[in-house]
């Protein structure tokens, strides 16, 4: 090639302090190359020495992989709508995205729980003030007023309650509980982390994808036609039955008929139900509101709950869940006592300032300001269900919980999920990523600045008129 004489050019050389720079054909190859740069004669002439490349390996421990966390299938499925909606803003970085997939609040929290967090925050600046560990199950007041504010009457006590940093938190402390040589039975469809905490915990067998289900998980299909409530004759009898009413992503709600059909299958058999009551102020219709309504529960089941969709504490993280004495393991051990032990080995206890949040949240001001924010989103589902229905969808859900559950009969989900963001760039989450029950139906959230809803519904309306 020709060069520029008093250029530089690149020859590969042994080491700085044994090459020859002059008779680059001297090298030994004992040692690595490496290119430098020397002054080229002035005959513009050199030669190109190629440059061998070096593999690195990356080093590996000895440690196996938990064989359980492989059976996963791709990602947990919040992340991976994240993941698609960031792609597809790398491709029309100019669009308005709107997020209606993942039920993140959006509304600011009322002034009188921040002002009660900001109040505990500033204390702790304090002497008198200031506080380090707290107890794990939560502190005693806000136990009290938890226990005062949803359990009034049905025998719930203040040692029952655990106060923590979420209910999706404390469904996988539970499962540490139970262990792994246990069997479960989940709706279908459902909350995905009851069934991927199962699969770590070792709970299952491998994933079939002919029938898109782990073996060894009871699925209870849960249809427009059977309600949303499974038809418990056809069940077979498991351990662990994981229940969320109001259900996440259909948003039906079981009646008082139905869980007592549950609590009285879970007695026959022997079974503990996990109670999963996140949306119950969502509810409209007369339906219970806690497991503990129904005769009989406190024998057999365990509620989990959160103020995440109620006062918008997503990201403040407080919840609490519901281990009443009376729940007994085979040997008669209670229950709670084994929680109490995850919780106190695993946990250090929920945030100070959340807890005072929780606390202001329990007052009568912060239940009327909590309803005012539900009521807002319950106007936003109002929104999204009256446009679905004049499109000439069947629609699902809604009335007693801030999803909107909409059938695209004879469709892929994830195809439906992908034709809605990319021809009018909104979020929705396929409903086939809840289990194979959600094949052709799309979850529609109600989380959204109002602006935003009706934008996007707008949209709806451009896309299938």
């Not at 196996?64 to 803003?89: D, S, V, W």
């Not at 365990?302 to 993280?317: C, L, M, N, P, Q």
């Not at 809605?420 to 396929?430: D, G, N």
Request: net charge neutral.
């Amino acid at each position: 090639m020709s060069v520029i004489p008093n250029t530089h050019v690149p020859i590969s050389v042994q080491s700085s302090t044994s090459a020859f720079l002059g008779q680059p054909n001297k090298l030994s190859t004992a040692f690595r190359a490496r290119n430098v740069w020397i002054p080229a004669k002035k005959s513009g002439i050199c030669k190109c020495v190629a440059t061998p490349s070096v593999e690195k390996t990356a080093y590996t421990t000895k440690v196996a992989r938990n064989t359980n966390i492989g059976k996963l299938q791709a990602g947990y499925l919040f992340p991976e709508i994240a993941r698609r909606k960031a792609a597809h803003l790398l491709k029309y970085p100019d669009a308005q995205v709107i997020s209606l997939g993942i039920g993140d609040t959006t509304e600011p929290i009322p002034e009188v729980i921040t002002s009660a967090m900001a109040k505990k925050a500033y204390a702790l600046s304090t002497l008198e003030g200031y506080s380090g560990y707290g107890a794990e199950q939560g502190e005693k007041p806000l136990r009290a007023a938890i226990c005062s504010a949803y359990y009034a009457d049905l025998g719930i006590e203040q040692g029952d309650v655990f106060v923590s940093d979420g209910a999706k938190c404390d469904i996988s402390r539970l499962q540490v509980v139970f262990g792994s040589n246990v069997t479960i039975a989940v709706q279908d469809p459902s909350y995905p982390a009851y069934v991927d905490s199962s699969v770590i915990m070792g709970q299952t067998g491998q994933y079939q994808k002919d029938v898109e289900k782990f073996s060894n998980i009871e699925y209870m299909r849960c249809t427009p036609e059977n309600g949303f409530f499974p038809d418990l004759s056809t069940v077979s009898r498991t351990d662990i039955i994981f229940f969320c009413s109001p259900n996440n992503p259909t948003g039906a709600a079981a009646s008082r008929e139905q869980l007592t059909q549950l609590v009285q299958f879970a007695k026959k058999n022997g079974s503990i139900i996990v109670y999963d009551s996140a949306y119950a102020m969502y509810m409209s219709d007369d339906y219970p509101k806690s497991i503990f309504e129904i005769p009989g529960a406190k024998e057999v089941a365990i509620e989990t709950a959160s103020f995440s969709k109620y006062a918008g504490f997503t990201g403040v993280r407080l919840g609490w869940t519901v281990v009443p004495k009376e729940l007994l393991f085979s040997d008669g051990f209670p229950v709670a006592k084994d929680f109490n032990r995850i919780v106190c080995t695993c946990f250090n206890g929920a945030s100070n300032i959340s807890q005072a949040g929780g606390l202001a949240c329990l007052s009568l001001e912060g239940l009327e300001a909590m309803q005012e924010v539900i009521g807002f989103y319950k106007e936003n589902t109002n929104i999204i269900m009256e446009t679905f229905d004049s499109l000439g969808f069947k629609v699902y859900g809604g009335k007693n919980a801030p999803y909107v559950w909409v059938h695209f009969p004879g469709q892929s989900s994830w195809d439906v999920f992908s034709e809605i963001l990319e021809k009018t760039h909104v979020v929705t989450t396929p409903g086939s990523g809840f289990g194979p029950g959600g094949e052709g139906f799309v979850r529609v959230s109600a989380f959204g600045h109002r602006d935003n809803v009706v934008e996007a519904c707008r949209r709806f309306k451009q896309l299938y008129k």
